[in-house]
């Protein structure tokens, strides 16, 4: 059953809020500077780069015992996308005696604030990470404030305070929710298997059944997919553009898994970056290491692997890993599935193989090999939450000293990701010492097109394109020594 034209219902502080269809076409930002009077929450670059619009978004466990908080930014994540959750913003960690959360009172005392723009931000994403590590270290602490820019400052006052406040007690630190989780559990008992939220000439569908997802994907077959809102966010914000036909994957349970299959994971189209960095973190570290690179931790909180995949920039960042790793893909339209290689999945720049209706269930992520090894590096003018200038990843085995099996992939050289077959015939069967940077040169430009762009230009990304090669090459060596 399909509701139409219900209103958006979340909890916000211990009260459901109802957004009416006029308001539903909104980002949850301007919702609650515009609409709610939260003006805590600020706009800094509307593109989830600053983290001022920071927020914590709720959702009950499954035994409905708890409710577990993502940091998010608020000026990419649409309205709708909060029904059934819950919202903190810096407003609500006011203790009801007026008392201020340990994080707001340790940055007060820390002089981790200046201007005071940033700092909403700052003490919600400190608050959030919280919430899941109670005595952060600081490297965690570091990484957590990673989607945090402050212009006055300086972070060292910034990552004092939250050592500072880590050291309060835990119910000093917990967020004050019960009131929430009651509401929440409310919320799902009355939610439909489908929604349908209108506001002035747009259309949000949120299915909860893949069934459903299928049959209304079969039924409308130019509607957009929303996963993360990552993307899509930035076309609402910077293009003042709203997809007309949105349908929003969140709800669908399926999606929000991951299977262990014996030798790959199944990863539901619906599973998060930070999932799926905490899933390879030990088996596939490069890997971890690039998605970790990715973005902050609310752009991996709603981003996803499958709308990365989906997306399909030229300079997506997984896309190199999982080429080189064999990924596949489980498509499905209607009630017919189908698994497509992941080579085989682009057809051209923003181009692919999916049929009308057809969308991507999950991605098949093959396990470590006995004898295999893998390397991947991303280079990019700032270290952390920046765009490409290429990403290199690299599968292989070594056999009496010989590389075999190589898989070799980019972002950056085409119009998109792509493995490099010409370069891996250059390694296959050669020892290090036998790879020269002259050979592969060559087949540099054998197989890509000279282009040069906004990031890098050709001669520097060809240049990469090498000499990440040689590096792994040549590592290939030590780690064989250490043996």
């Given at each position: 059953?399909?509701?139409?034209?219900?209103?958006?219902?979340?909890?916000?502080?211990?009260?459901?809020?109802?957004?009416?269809?006029?308001?539903?076409?909104?980002?949850?930002?301007?919702?609650?500077?515009?609409?709610?009077?939260?003006?805590?929450?600020?706009?800094?670059?509307?593109?989830?780069?600053?983290?001022?619009?920071?927020?914590?978004?709720?959702?009950?466990?499954?035994?409905?015992?708890?409710?577990?908080?993502?940091?998010?930014?608020?000026?990419?994540?649409?309205?709708?996308?909060?029904?059934?959750?819950?919202?903190?913003?810096?407003?609500?960690?006011?203790?009801?005696?007026?008392?201020?959360?340990?994080?707001?009172?340790?940055?007060?005392?820390?002089?981790?604030?200046?201007?005071?723009?940033?700092?909403?931000?700052?003490?919600?994403?400190?608050?959030?990470l919280m919430q899941t590590v109670s005595k952060p270290s600081r490297s965690e602490v570091i990484?957590?404030?990673?989607?945090?820019?402050?212009?006055?400052?300086?972070?060292?006052?910034?990552?004092?305070?939250?050592?500072?406040?880590?050291?309060?007690?835990?119910?000093?630190?917990?967020?004050?929710?019960?009131?929430?989780?009651?509401?929440?559990?409310?919320?799902?008992?009355?939610?439909?298997?489908?929604?349908?939220?209108?506001?002035?000439?747009?259309?949000?569908?949120?299915?909860?059944?893949?069934?459903?997802?299928?049959?209304?994907?079969?039924?409308?077959?130019?509607?957009?997919?929303?996963?993360?809102?990552?993307?899509?966010?930035?076309?609402?914000?910077?293009?003042?553009?709203?997809?007309?036909?949105?349908?929003?994957?969140?709800?669908?349970?399926?999606?929000?898994?991951?299977?262990?299959?014996?030798?790959?994971?199944?990863?539901?189209?619906?599973?998060?970056?930070?999932?799926?960095?905490?899933?390879?973190?030990?088996?596939?570290?490069?890997?971890?290491?690039?998605?970790?690179?990715?973005?902050?931790?609310?752009?991996?909180?709603?981003?996803?692997?499958?709308?990365?995949?989906?997306?399909?920039?030229?300079?997506?960042?997984?896309?190199?890993?999982?080429?080189?790793?064999?990924?596949?893909?489980?498509?499905?339209?209607?009630?017919?599935?189908?698994?497509?290689?992941?080579?085989?999945?682009?057809?051209?720049?923003?181009?692919?193989?999916?049929?009308?209706?057809?969308?991507?269930?999950?991605?098949?992520?093959?396990?470590?090999?006995?004898?295999?090894?893998?390397?991947?590096?991303?280079?990019?003018?700032?270290?952390?939450?920046?765009?490409?200038?290429?990403?290199?990843?690299?599968?292989?085995?070594?056999?009496?000293?010989?590389?075999?099996?190589?898989?070799?992939?980019?972002?950056?050289?085409?119009?998109?990701?792509?493995?490099?077959?010409?370069?891996?015939?250059?390694?296959?069967?050669?020892?290090?010492?036998?790879?020269?940077?002259?050979?592969?040169?060559?087949?540099?430009?054998?197989?890509?097109?000279?282009?040069?762009?906004?990031?890098?230009?050709?001669?520097?990304?060809?240049?990469?394109?090498?000499?990440?090669?040689?590096?792994?090459?040549?590592?290939?060596?030590?780690?064989?020594?250490?043996?």
């Open positions: 059953m399909t509701s139409n034209n219900q209103p958006v219902r979340f909890v916000l502080d211990g009260a459901i809020v109802e957004a009416s269809p006029a308001q539903q076409g909104s980002t949850v930002l301007d919702y609650l500077r515009e609409h709610l009077g939260r003006s805590g929450t600020k706009e800094g670059c509307a593109e989830g780069d600053c983290g001022a619009c920071v927020v914590l978004v709720g959702e009950l466990s499954g035994d409905g015992a708890s409710v577990n908080y993502l940091p998010v930014n608020s000026c990419l994540q649409l309205l709708p996308t909060l029904d059934g959750k819950s919202l903190k913003t810096v407003e609500s960690l006011q203790r009801a005696n007026g008392k201020l959360h340990p994080v707001q009172e340790a940055m007060a005392a820390s002089h981790g604030t200046q201007c005071g723009f940033c700092t909403p931000g700052i003490v919600m994403t400190l608050t959030g990484d957590a404030l990673s989607g945090n820019l402050c212009r006055c400052t300086g972070y060292k006052p910034i990552i004092d305070a939250a050592l500072q406040a880590s050291a309060a007690a835990p119910d000093q630190i917990k967020l004050d929710d019960e009131a929430d989780r009651a509401l929440l559990l409310q919320l799902r008992a009355s939610r439909e298997p489908a929604a349908l939220f209108t506001a002035p000439g747009q259309d949000f569908f949120a299915p909860t059944t893949l069934p459903a997802l299928a049959d209304y994907l079969l039924a409308h077959p130019q509607a957009t997919l929303l996963a993360g809102s990552t993307e899509i966010g930035l076309q609402v914000n910077k293009q003042f553009a709203w997809p007309q036909g949105l349908v929003y994957l969140g709800n669908v349970s399926e999606l929000r898994q991951v299977g262990d299959q014996g030798r790959f994971w199944r990863i539901g189209a619906q599973v998060s970056l930070n999932e799926v960095l905490t899933l390879v973190t030990e088996a596939y570290p490069d890997f971890a290491e690039v998605l970790r690179r990715f973005g902050s931790p609310p752009i991996r909180s709603t981003a996803t692997l499958a709308g990365n995949i989906a997306n399909g920039s030229p300079i997506g960042d997984s896309m190199p890993c999982l080429l080189a790793l064999g990924a596949t893909l489980e498509l499905r339209r209607g009630e017919v599935t189908r698994t497509l290689d992941l080579e085989h999945f682009y057809t051209g720049q923003k181009k692919n193989a999916l049929q009308g209706g057809e969308f991507i269930v999950a991605v098949n992520l093959p396990k470590p090999a006995a004898g295999e090894v893998f390397r991947g590096h991303k280079v990019s003018k700032r270290f952390d939450q920046d765009i490409s200038a290429t990403c290199c990843a690299m599968r292989y085995r070594l056999q009496d000293g010989r590389f075999t099996q190589v898989r070799l992939a980019y972002n950056g050289l085409a119009p998109s990701p792509c493995r490099a077959p010409k370069l891996e015939a250059v390694i296959n069967g050669r020892t290090a010492e036998e790879v020269s940077a002259a050979e592969l040169d060559q087949a540099v430009a054998q197989s890509f097109t000279a282009r040069d762009g906004l990031r890098a230009s050709w001669t520097y990304r060809a240049l990469l394109a090498r000499n990440l090669v040689l590096q792994f090459v040549e590592e290939a060596t030590s780690l064989e020594a250490v043996k």
